[in-house]
């Protein structure tokens, strides 16, 4: 659904590997109007900011202060001109300003079927240990709006897959990242035309 002379530009924050980026730049990349347009990251020596190099895709990195006091990070959203923000594995809380210059165009993806095991120190492989531990007897992904909160904002879209005895937090953590990279560009490819259908 192309709707004439409208884009969306996404921009991805990041800290840690990238894969997730990666598989979005690759499914946006040769869209005729969904672009991965910039990736911003915390710190400056974050893989992710490797891989964003050698695809061309511009790239910031950003401090605490900058962050919580984001007039210039809206500028720089703005000067790429930045309609939907993209947390993949972005560790921060949002401040109340940022969300607010984007309501529900901030999109994050948690590895975990919320509201079980998110919230603060709930990432990577945190996670998968909990879940192990706890014996479930599924895990998942979710991919929910961002709020003020760690996990807490509403959910988008969930997919499960099953946990076996013989699972390990590394074996679920490879099930779990196969879940985000299939489904989370797809996701997003939704989010952005609701996005554009609603620009005035
Ligand atoms: C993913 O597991 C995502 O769910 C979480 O952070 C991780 C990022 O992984 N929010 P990568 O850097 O995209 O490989």
Same mark, same amino acid.
């Given at each position: 659904?192309?709707?004439?002379?409208?884009?969306?530009?996404?921009?991805?924050?990041? +800290? /840690?590997? /990238? !894969?997730? %980026?990666? =598989?979005?730049?690759?499914?946006?990349?040769?869209?005729?109007?969904?672009?991965?347009?910039?990736?911003?990251?915390?710190?400056?020596?974050?893989?992710?900011?490797?891989?964003?190099?050698? *695809?061309?895709?511009?790239?910031?990195?950003?401090?605490?202060?900058?962050?919580?006091?984001?007039?210039? #990070? #809206?500028?720089?959203?703005?000067?790429?001109?930045?309609?939907?923000?993209?947390?993949?594995?972005?560790?921060?809380?949002?401040?109340? @300003?940022?969300?607010? +210059?984007?309501? @529900?165009?901030?999109?994050?993806?948690?590895?975990?079927?919320?509201?079980?095991?998110?919230? =603060?120190?709930? *990432?990577?492989?945190?996670?998968?240990? %909990?879940? =192990?531990?706890?014996?479930?007897? @599924? +895990?998942?992904?979710?991919?929910?709006?961002?709020?003020?909160? *760690?996990?807490? /904002?509403?959910?988008?879209?969930?997919? !499960?897959?099953?946990?076996?005895?013989?699972?390990?937090?590394?074996?679920? +953590?490879?099930?779990?990242?196969?879940?985000?990279? #299939?489904?989370?560009?797809?996701?997003? @490819?939704? #989010?952005?035309?609701?996005?554009?259908?609603?620009?005035?």
């Amino acid at each position: 659904m192309q709707v004439k002379g409208k884009e969306i530009n996404i921009c991805v924050f990041a +800290s /840690g590997a /990238g !894969s997730n %980026a990666r =598989k979005i730049w690759d499914y946006f990349n040769n869209h005729p109007y969904i672009h991965l347009s910039l990736i911003i990251s915390n710190k400056p020596n974050a893989p992710v900011l490797q891989m964003a190099t050698l *695809y061309n895709i511009p790239t910031a990195t950003i401090c605490r202060k900058d962050f919580l006091q984001p007039a210039n #990070l #809206l500028k720089l959203l703005k000067h790429h001109a930045i309609d939907m923000i993209v947390l993949a594995g972005f560790l921060w809380l949002l401040p109340k @300003e940022l969300i607010a +210059s984007y309501p @529900e165009k901030i999109i994050n993806i948690h590895p975990s079927l919320l509201p079980k095991f998110g919230g =603060k120190g709930m *990432y990577g492989m945190n996670v998968h240990r %909990a879940v =192990k531990n706890s014996g479930e007897k @599924e +895990s998942g992904i979710t991919i929910h709006f961002v709020n003020e909160e *760690y996990d807490k /904002g509403s959910i988008i879209f969930q997919y !499960s897959c099953p946990i076996e005895t013989a699972d390990t937090p590394e074996t679920i +953590s490879k099930k779990v990242q196969a879940l985000e990279h #299939l489904h989370f560009p797809k996701v997003l @490819e939704i #989010l952005a035309n609701k996005i554009l259908k609603e620009q005035p």
